[in-house]
T-cell receptor, first 116, second 116 residues
Framework: DARVTQTPRDKVTEMGQEVTMRCQPI?????VFWYRQTMMQGLELLAY????????DSGMPKDRFSAEMPDATLATLKIQPSEPRDSAVYFC??????????????FGEGSRLTVL | AQKVTQAQTEISVVEKEDVTLDCVYE???????LFWYKQPPSGELVFLIR??????QNEISGRYSWNFQKSTSSFNFTITASQVVDSAVYFC?????????????FGTGTKLQVIP
């Protein structure tokens, strides 16, 4: 079964520490999304990439968050320095993103981040 | 922003009752795609259905059915004879589809509790 893989599944850290979350999209999918889910805000789109290029990162706090795709099999989301308000579940999703393609997003299991 | 609105925050039904989850969307696109996702207590997001803006046929899959009406910008989801396993948060989502534009916007979700 092809699936999106995210690590770590759970992370507890202290305020000020750097946090890196990783995502392996489904092989062949060229569009990758990062979402954050909190009780208050629901599912928020942080950033998304197509063919490894960032298309939209307007949902991401630029001063502390950064997202990259070093290669087609790895997407990273980094928070430096982390703050308690960053506590959330971070989801990565991938899609077969050819122009006109209507494919649904396939989500990973999420990375639950707790910043103390 | 082109929003997706799920006005029902939480719904409780008794097992075997039918339940309809509402979804209203905003769009300026001629071509767009609508989705429903299920998030069970385990946390992963599971794709349920995709509809494109040119296909207003209702769809039925087992106990699930979807009613897409462009005239009212609605894409409602009905579960017939609900079961306890249907208890989850359900998200409606919209994706623009012209020229490779692929941003997906989610509603805030409806939490469904099916009581045995």
């Amino acid at each position: 079964d092809a699936r999106v893989t995210q690590t770590p599944r759970d992370k507890v850290t202290e305020m000020g520490q750097e946090v890196t979350m990783r995502c392996q999209p489904i092989l062949g999918h060229n569009t990758v999304f990062w979402y954050r889910q909190t009780m208050m805000q629901g599912l928020e789109l942080l950033a998304y990439f197509r063919n490894r290029a960032p298309l939209d990162d307007s949902g991401m706090p630029k001063d502390r968050f950064s997202a990259e795709m070093p290669d087609a099999t790895l997407a990273t989301l980094k928070i430096q320095p982390s703050e308690p308000r960053d506590s959330a579940v971070y989801f990565c999703a991938s899609a077969a993103g050819l122009a006109g393609n209507t494919g649904e997003l396939f989500f990973g299991e999420g990375s639950r981040l707790t910043v103390l | 922003a082109q929003k997706v609105t799920q006005a029902q925050t939480e719904i409780s039904v008794v097992e075997k009752e039918d339940v309809t989850l509402d979804c209203v969307y905003e769009t300026r696109d001629t071509t767009y795609y609508l989705f429903w996702y299920k998030q069970p207590p385990s946390g992963e997001l599971v794709f349920l259905i995709r509809r494109n803006s040119f296909d207003e046929q209702n769809e039925i899959s087992g106990r699930y059915s979807w009613n897409f009406q462009k005239s009212t910008s609605s894409f409602n989801f009905t579960i017939t004879a609900s079961q306890v396993v249907d208890s989850a948060v359900y998200f409606c989502a919209r994706r623009g589809g012209s020229g490779g534009y692929q941003k997906v916007t989610f509603g805030t979700g409806t939490k469904l509790q099916v009581i045995p």
